[in-house]
DNA sequence: GTTAGCACTCATTTGTGTGGAGTGCTAACA
DNA sequence: TGTTAGCACTCCACACAAATGAGTGCTAAC
């Protein structure tokens, strides 16, 4: 048995239906508000088929069809190789990106916009500090034996760390340490760092060679630390008011589950193996694909940002299987392009 | 009719009972489960009393007693009076204390670890940048007409903003620019800058007067947002796990109440008016008091805490009304001890 | 002042019946 | 051979009634 036009039709319907009212689509329904020319019975065996088929499924015996993992997939799998449609200007969005300001910020505000916007949840990996290029760095006095690290990297990403040394040092003695390690660092990937490399550098630096090591020993870390990106989240709230989470105990779970960074880090950067050159780099996953039991509910759609033409980062949205992947896919797609538009030439 | 000991004693019981189970409280419970050696008609008959003084209430007809609010400021007025017990020594909390780092990191990570210890909702403000001294400003050089501002403060808070400027500078030129600021603005509070100041700044920097500009500019825009302090939450989660947010309705409500930085920061800094001298500076709202509908099930104790003697933020607990007010208040008086501690020996 | 006894109240639980939405099957029809 | 009307059947959802039980207030006796 193969899915010809008809029943195809068919399952958009269901579909199509089930996204709106969340309520299991029954044969009546289908005939009466889609013009398919075709009978309640005509369509229950069509539907009998599908079933059969493995797109839909039917929650218990008497009640209507509801869209299985595979019938989804099936439809988004159209929506995503479907051309655009009207790319929407995000305005709000370009105004964040004009106002001037660090990276962190910025991402946390958009994930918040987005999270507004679509009535999802938004999340973002802040990009790979491994993978960022070393604009600049600079010591500066704090107090005695204290010293902070600023280190910025492409897209004007700064981090600070403290560092503690065994010795004190006037801001003029720093500047110039600074200055050291701007030659030797700047336009290398942070994680070009090695030690030879570090050798050379404490050459340069003289007896100040203690404070040199403790900004490098910083970065290294940085870089060997797993959680080299950070995670944002925002509008998990927004699932609270879902009817599939009105049962309070799924409704925790999957708060409990958003609240995880970790885990979402994880889930973020799975296969984010940096070429990811499908659809537009819209990546979706549905239901069980995700692999983690209380995100079989839910769908997953990721797109990775460029900094320099390298993927860095990673902004998805999670909703329900049941959420509107038109609108949120080209969320998403506007999304990404005013940002790079943005991140690429500053 | 007044409160004798014996009625008390009784308030007590049903307080404590409450706390435990949720669940109205009975004579008859009492009378088996506390050694007050008086039968369950007598304690009916002082309850009946307690409940015309206002201190308990009745769900409905043949349920049992509840605290009221005037209930429980009662007894959490006592256990605010009483004696410290085993001030609890917080290993954890020291280990974060002795990681050198951002404050902002700091605050976030002692949130975290509150919320999991006390199973309760726990928020921080940041320190109040206008009322922080400004320890040092570091101009980094960014690309072609952009330049990072680093202002670090009390207590070892860095802020970054990234300036947009109308001139190419080098690193050399901005650390003379930098040297100026510093000469100028060292220990001043950040709400110290003024009009005649900045001219007389403006003054020395010579032609390089614009970038001084925004400096200033941007220092004096963070003083006049009253968002001059940043709140971080963490553990609202805690609250989907009571019984008293088992309804779905009132479970989301009280997360989009926790999710409002803006409610949660004037939460926080309503009476926070510098002088809170009250027991140890633990001051509690309970229910009603936080006059807000959405808090009415709620209770929010929290403390300041200080830098350089001076009250610069807030440190909190929201929790139902039926929180272990005990171990809260025991845990955020340890907590902001070590806190105290170590921010005024750095 | 304290307590046992008792009638009364009311939320909660359990059981039962009904309505309705939807299916699958069969037989008739184009 | 594909389509459709008709019909028996299933099962959930909802409403309603009855039973349960925790707890009270009152009264009368101690």
Redesign the pocket.
């Known amino acids: 048995m193969e899915l010809n036009e008809r029943k195809l039709k068919i399952l958009e319907a269901i579909i199509s239906n089930y996204l709106d009212t969340a309520e299991?689509?029954?044969?009546?329904?289908i005939s009466k508000n889609y013009d398919l020319g075709?009978?309640?019975?005509?369509i229950?065996?069509e539907?009998?088929d599908l079933?059969e088929l493995g797109f839909i499924m039917?929650p218990?015996?008497?009640?209507?069809?509801i869209p299985s993992d595979k019938g989804y997939r099936l439809y988004v799998d159209m929506i995503l190789s479907a051309k655009y449609d009207s790319p929407k200007h995000l305005s709000y969005v370009e105004a964040l990106l004009n106002k001037a300001g660090r990276i962190e910020t910025l991402l946390q505000d958009i994930v918040s916009v987005l999270a507004k916007e679509t009535n999802l949840t938004a999340i973002v990996s802040t990009p790979q500090y491994s993978k960022c290029k070393i604009k600049n760095i600079q010591l500066i006095e704090l107090e005695s034996q204290k010293v902070l690290a600023v280190i910025v990297t492409d897209g004007n990403m700064a981090n600070n760390y403290v560092l503690e040394i065994n010795e004190d040092m006037d801001q003029r003695m720093l500047n110039k340490l600074s200055f050291i390690l701007n030659n030797q660092l700047h336009g290398l990937n942070v994680e070009e760092i090695n030690l030879p490399l570090i050798e050379k550098i404490k050459a340069f630096a003289g007896n100040q060679d203690e404070i040199i090591g403790k900004v490098l020993e910083v970065v290294f870390q940085a870089v060997h630390n797993n959680e080299d990106t950070e995670i944002y989240t925002s509008g998990a709230i927004n699932m609270l008011r879902l009817p599939e989470f009105s049962d309070l105990e799924k409704a925790t779970s999957i708060m409990e589950t958003l609240d995880k960074k970790d885990y979402i880090r994880q889930l973020l950067l799975n296969d984010f193996d940096g070429e990811s050159i499908e659809t537009d780099g819209v990546k979706i996953k549905i239901g069980s694909e995700n692999n983690n039991e209380d995100m079989k509910d839910c769908s997953l759609i990721t797109t990775t940002y460029h900094i320099g033409g390298k993927p860095l980062g990673v902004i998805g949205l999670i909703g329900p299987k049941r959420m509107d992947y038109q609108s949120a896919i080209l969320s998403l797609r506007c999304l990404i392009k005013e940002i790079e538009k943005r991140m690429n030439d500053s």
């Open positions: 299991p689509v029954g044969s009546r329904t075709i009978s309640p019975a005509t229950r065996n539907m009998s079933e039917q218990h015996t008497s009640a209507g069809r």
